[in-house]
């Protein structure tokens, strides 16, 4: 049976990783000005660095959970913060163009 610790644990690195890829997902929308080259490298590259962020979480948890389940590491160090980031991100932060920024010379 998993700790509370360990589950507590998990639950802070899905914060984490959702935190990361909700400012991953904004770097892309301010950097790359075409309609969907954001969305592209948001669902290309935020998985490569969620998995390698999964990986050393996953050294510092040592969860029974995920032990031979690839799967259920996958959907909760990958997939649950991708799909919340990205939706805190398009939903809850205003887009990039409607801010005021000054004029540079």
Known sequence: MASALA???TVVALAVN???VAVL???FRIRLKTQWGW???TVLVSPVVLVVLGLVEGVVIRSPLFEGAAGLFL???VGVPLALGF???LLYVPPPEEYDLPATE
Request: aromatic content about 16%; glycine content about 0%; charged content about 10%.
């Open 25 to 27: 997902s904004r770097f």
């Open 18 to 20: 959702t935190l990361v």
């Open 39 to 41: 969305v592209t490298y």
């Open 7 to 9: 589950l507590v644990l």
């Open 75 to 77: 959907a909760v160090f």
């Open 87 to 89: 939706t805190i991100d």
